[in-house]
């Protein structure tokens, strides 16, 4: 999808929604999603999410979190993606690193999407 393209989806309208998803070496092990908010660009989420994850396996898994727009007909659109965990680098990493040091603390920290392609693409590069 073009840059001007998603550009002019983007100010149309959209129903947003984000599932969450706990990965190891490829494979989904639990899910989650949010509500989905009506008719805004710029939703708020005041929702809290946990897995339960073995001591041994915390540092070999990813949260990868997708937003996308939800469609009554048809396919939902994924409007963007990011991901902490293994292989996370910048803020994701840092984010991952404060959730390990606080085990059942809450850590709350926003995100940039990235296109889901790119976020995929790092996703399989690194297994």
């Keep these: 999808m073009a840059f001007g393209q998603m550009t002019m989806r983007?100010?149309?309208s959209e129903d947003p929604y984000a599932k969450i998803h706990l990965m190891q070496n490829g494979k989904r092990l639990k899910k989650k999603k949010t509500t989905i908010k009506k008719n805004t660009l710029n939703p708020y989420y005041n929702e809290s999410f946990s897995f339960e994850v073995p001591f041994e396996q915390i540092?070999?898994?990813?949260?990868?979190i997708t937003v996308l727009d939800y469609d009554k007909i048809g396919k939902n659109d994924a409007i963007g993606?990011?991901?902490v965990g293994l292989n996370s680098t910048g803020t994701?990493?840092?984010?991952w690193s404060?959730?390990?040091a606080n085990p059942r603390r809450p850590i709350a920290q926003w995100h940039v999407l990235k296109p889901e392609e790119?976020?995929?693409a790092q996703l399989a590069t690194k297994k």
């Design 98 to 100: 404060d959730m390990l």
């Design 92 to 95: 994701e990493l840092r984010h």
């Design 118 to 120: 790119e976020v995929d």
């Design 10 to 12: 983007l100010l149309i």
């Design 81 to 83: 993606k990011v991901f």
């Design 59 to 64: 540092q070999k898994v990813q949260v990868v």
